[in-house]
Structure formats: C-alpha cells, structure tokens
C-alpha cells in the first residue's frame, strides 16, 4: 500500500483534531473574541462560560481525534487487505472521511453544548 494511503485516509481528520485540540488546551483563548475558540453563543455568555467551553471542547477533540485516527488506521489497514484497486481505495476513504468530519464536529458542539448546559445554566 502506498504512503498516500495512509497519510490521506479516514485517519487523517483524526489527526486534524488532535493537532488542533492540542493546540487549543497548549495556547487557549484568553478573552471572548470572534476569531479563536469555541464561539457559540452559549459559551460567550462571560468568561467564566468561555474559559470552561474553550478547556473541555479542546479536550474533546484530542480523546474523539485519538479514536478516529484509531478507526482510520483499522479501516486502511483492512482496506490494504483486501486488494482493491487505487481508484476504488481513494473513493471508499473519501465516503469514510467526509462523514466522520462531520459527525465529528457535529458531536463536539453537541457535547460542548451539553456540559455547558449542565455546568452553568442552574449557576448563571
């Protein structure tokens, strides 16, 4: 199998969210701003809101980004197997890769929503 295979697979938006959840928890935002950060309404309500979104949304992304590279590195490997032509390989890992991206985000804002809600809405 080529090196292709394996570096533009389902693995690779795995890889995305562990880079940019590590980068995140290692430089998070400090103040609520509309570039940087988890920036839904519910976590720009004040800072403590922000700070608390913006710390488990990264943490998210590193524990989900470990489990789908997990996956994407299974899914080539089998995939590697089998014996399928180049073409065929490419077009399977694009159907995995555009749904787990964005079941992904998707399950981190529903998560992120779901703490904060938890988290603050009794308190705030």
Same mark, same amino acid.
């Given at each position: 199998?080529?090196?292709?295979?394996?570096?533009?697979?389902?693995?690779?938006?795995?890889?995305?969210?562990?880079?940019?959840?590590?980068?995140?928890?290692?430089?998070?935002?400090?103040?609520?701003?509309?570039?940087?950060?988890?920036?839904?309404?519910? @976590?720009?309500?004040?800072?403590?809101?922000?700070?608390?979104?913006?710390?488990?949304?990264?943490?998210?992304?590193?524990? @989900?980004?470990?489990?789908?590279?997990?996956?994407?590195?299974? =899914?080539? =490997?089998?995939?590697?197997?089998?014996?399928?032509?180049?073409?065929?390989?490419?077009?399977? =890992?694009?159907?995995?890769?555009?749904?787990?991206?964005?079941?992904?985000?998707?399950?981190?804002?529903?998560? =992120?929503?779901?703490?904060?809600?938890?988290?603050?809405?009794?308190?705030?």
């Amino acid at each position: 199998m080529e090196l292709l295979h394996w570096m533009i697979g389902p693995q690779l938006i795995g890889v995305i969210f562990i880079i940019v959840g590590y980068i995140q928890q290692r430089f998070p935002p400090r103040k609520i701003n509309p570039l940087y950060g988890y920036r839904m309404p519910s @976590s720009m309500k004040n800072q403590q809101t922000w700070d608390e979104g913006n710390r488990y949304a990264a943490r998210y992304m590193v524990r @989900s980004g470990f489990v789908l590279t997990m996956l994407g590195v299974i =899914t080539t =490997t089998f995939l590697g197997f089998i014996n399928i032509d180049k073409d065929t390989f490419m077009m399977i =890992t694009a159907m995995l890769l555009i749904p787990s991206a964005i079941g992904s985000c998707i399950m981190l804002v529903v998560s =992120t929503e779901k703490h904060l809600s938890r988290t603050f809405d009794n308190k705030i």
